[in-house]
């Protein structure tokens, strides 16, 4: 291994540190607490050598949602798998995303609340925020209907759970009740 080969491995180590301390952090004391003086001392760096990484908290938090967005496409796809039929995946798939917002508030919030600077639903988008949304896509194509552009149906399919989880997290709805909202959203939506 050539001595660039193992400063770029510890470039990446390094940051891979700096995201895992951040998204830590943001999970046990919300995200006010993540500041780069707090996480400099926590992964034993200087702020600069934080600043070589990342310009500031905002591209941290992109970080954090960029990985998360990574490990929900892949809950999704798990779930969906773990289904039989069309509706069951979308209401899998729902299941899915609700839990993953529930068990990850701090990276829920880096993904859809928080400013991390990234695109959405253009061009750029970032490829981690693309297969996401494949993942939902590519499992609700068969239940949007004939008539229904199936990109269009993955949108307000996904908004409407991104509402639900809202404000469950936010104690607006009662969790008790999150199944038999599944199977409303699934059965009022998808078709067949």
């Known amino acids: 291994m050539s001595i660039q080969e193992r400063k770029e491995r510890e470039r990446a180590e390094r940051e891979r540190l700096i995201v895992a301390t951040a998204r830590e952090l943001a999970e046990q004391q919300g995200w006010d607490a993540v500041t780069t003086r707090r996480l400099a001392e926590r992964i034993e760096y200087s702020q600069p050598v934080l600043y070589s990484h990342f310009r500031g908290k905002r591209e941290i938090i992109g970080a954090v949602a960029l990985e998360g967005a990574a490990e929900m496409a892949v809950a999704l796809r798990a779930a969906a798998a773990a289904a039989d039929g069309p509706r069951a995946r979308a209401a899998a798939l729902a299941r899915a995303y609700l839990d993953f917002a529930e068990r990850h508030p701090a990276v829920y919030d880096a993904m859809f609340q928080l400013d991390g600077g990234l695109v959405f639903a253009q061009e750029d988008t970032p490829e981690p925020l693309k297969d996401a949304f494949s993942a939902f896509l590519e499992n609700l194509t068969e239940v949007a209907g004939d008539d229904v552009h199936p990109g269009l149906f993955t949108e307000t399919f996904w908004a409407s759970l991104h509402g ?22 699934v059965n009022r939506l998808a078709v067949l």
């Open 164 to 185: 639900l989880a809202t404000l469950i997290r936010a104690r607006r709805l009662p969790p008790e009740d999150t199944e038999r909202r599944v199977e409303l959203l």
